[in-house]
């Protein structure tokens, strides 16, 4: 597989996403869905912690990849929901770090949503992986 970042403006790079991430030769994607701070029975963990729910999320989704036979390096798109965009905004350094040390190269969406399926979770992080 062959992965090509594009970013034709760095303001994006702060924040560990791209513009754009193409893919030549891979074999396989994989669409994961949304992860949340949720313990196996779907329980909201870490309620008002915004990092704390990413960190937790990021686990989830780690290991949906694992499950698939993939790892963070095989993501090139996430998608991020929060119910509080200004706190992510001021939590990015504390929350991009997850990913970026594990090597994502990815391309993303930050959106602001009114609620998730619990109201005590803040993230959601929806992901595209390519093998």
């Known amino acids: 597989m062959d992965r090509t970042t594009h970013n034709p403006t760095e303001w994006l790079t702060h924040f560990g996403v791209n513009h754009a991430v193409e893919v030549k030769g891979g074999e ?3 669409y994961l869905s949304g992860q949340t701070a949720s313990d196996p029975d779907g329980n909201a963990m870490h309620p ?3 990092v704390a729910q990413y960190e937790a999320a990021w686990g989830n989704l780690l290991d949906a990849l694992k499950s698939a036979g993939m790892d963070a390096t095989n993501l090139v798109r996430l998608n991020f929901y929060t119910t509080d965009v200004p706190q992510f905004m001021e939590k990015a350094e504390h929350i ?4 970026v ?5 990815v391309c993303s969406t930050l959106l602001g949503v009114k609620e ?4 005590a979770l803040m993230i959601e992080i929806e992901a595209t992986a390519v093998g």
């Open 96 to 99: 991009v770090k997850w990913h």
């Open 116 to 119: 998730l399926y619990d109201p």
């Open 101 to 105: 040390g594990a090597g994502a190269q």
């Open 48 to 50: 008002g912690d915004l």
């Open 28 to 30: 396989r994607t994989l």
